[in-house]
């Protein structure tokens, strides 16, 4: 009988530790969803809104950098609410130069305080990216598709922040988002909306 409780007694305790580690394992579940919404063409590409969600429970981004391959030879044009970190070979191009010539450009968040003129909502965070929170930037894509059947999604993407690192799954072609006018009279959509999900791997 005491053999029996003794048993019942380390069982118990086994689930109980068990149930901490799960608590502990689950308490920052959760990804970085980060949404491309094309909501314009242009003569040689696109103008899109890049948003990135933070759905993590409790862990926060000190400072996110953003990057990925073009599947074209892609060029950046300009930006609003963040920036490249490098120009990169832009010798080909005369008199209008773009922001960004690399193939796999780095972005990064403006600083707050940036000029009114360089800002979208939500931007302009220092890269700071709270728990249920967001971060956007617009950037117009040149020397890319500039229809639905042409433009193509970004390849290699991956999403950064000092002392965490994240692991980002392909982008996915789903359906366009919908938005609502301020005055809530008329309701528009995207173009095409492409999303990339990125979870925590590990600290670093």
Same mark, same amino acid.
């Given at each position: 009988?005491?053999?029996?409780?003794?048993?019942?007694?380390?069982?118990?305790?086994?689930?109980?530790?068990?149930?901490?580690?799960?608590?502990?394992?689950?308490?920052?579940?959760?990804?970085?969803?980060?949404?491309?919404?094309?909501?314009?063409?242009?003569?040689?590409?696109?103008?899109? %809104?890049?948003? *990135?969600? !933070?759905?993590? @429970?409790?862990?926060?981004? $000190?400072?996110?950098? +953003?990057?990925?391959?073009?599947?074209?030879?892609?060029?950046?044009?300009?930006?609003?609410?963040?920036?490249?970190?490098?120009?990169?070979?832009?010798?080909?191009?005369?008199?209008?130069?773009?922001?960004?010539?690399?193939?796999?450009?780095?972005?990064?968040?403006?600083?707050?305080?940036?000029?009114?003129?360089?800002?979208?909502?939500?931007?302009?965070?220092?890269?700071?990216?709270?728990?249920?929170?967001?971060?956007?930037?617009?950037?117009? %894509?040149?020397? *890319?598709? !500039?229809?639905? @059947?042409?433009?193509?999604? $970004?390849?290699?993407? +991956?999403?950064?922040?000092?002392?965490?690192?994240?692991?980002?799954?392909?982008?996915?072609?789903?359906?366009?988002?919908?938005?609502?006018?301020?005055?809530?009279?008329?309701?528009?959509?995207?173009?095409?909306?492409?999303?990339?999900?990125?979870?925590?791997?590990?600290?670093?």
């Amino acid at each position: 009988m005491e053999s029996l409780f003794s048993t019942m007694i380390v069982l118990l305790l086994v689930s109980f530790s068990c149930l901490i580690s799960t608590e502990a394992l689950t308490s920052n579940y959760g990804n970085i969803t980060v949404k491309w919404d094309l909501l314009n063409w242009t003569p040689d590409g696109y103008v899109a %809104v890049v948003t *990135a969600y !933070n759905y993590q @429970k409790q862990r926060s981004i $000190p400072g996110w950098k +953003m990057s990925w391959r073009g599947t074209k030879k892609e060029v950046i044009w300009n930006m609003l609410g963040a920036k490249t970190t490098g120009q990169g070979g832009c010798s080909m191009f005369k008199g209008n130069i773009p922001q960004s010539c690399v193939r796999k450009p780095t972005v990064v968040d403006l600083l707050p305080g940036t000029p009114f003129n360089q800002q979208i909502a939500n931007c302009c965070k220092s890269g700071v990216l709270k728990p249920g929170s967001e971060s956007a930037f617009q950037l117009s %894509v040149g020397s *890319a598709g !500039n229809s639905v @059947k042409t433009a193509r999604m $970004p390849a290699n993407f +991956m999403f950064t922040a000092p002392k965490q690192q994240y692991i980002c799954g392909p982008s996915k072609n789903v359906r366009p988002t919908r938005f609502t006018t301020a005055d809530k009279r008329r309701i528009t959509a995207a173009l095409m909306t492409w999303n990339i999900t990125c979870v925590f791997h590990k600290a670093t």
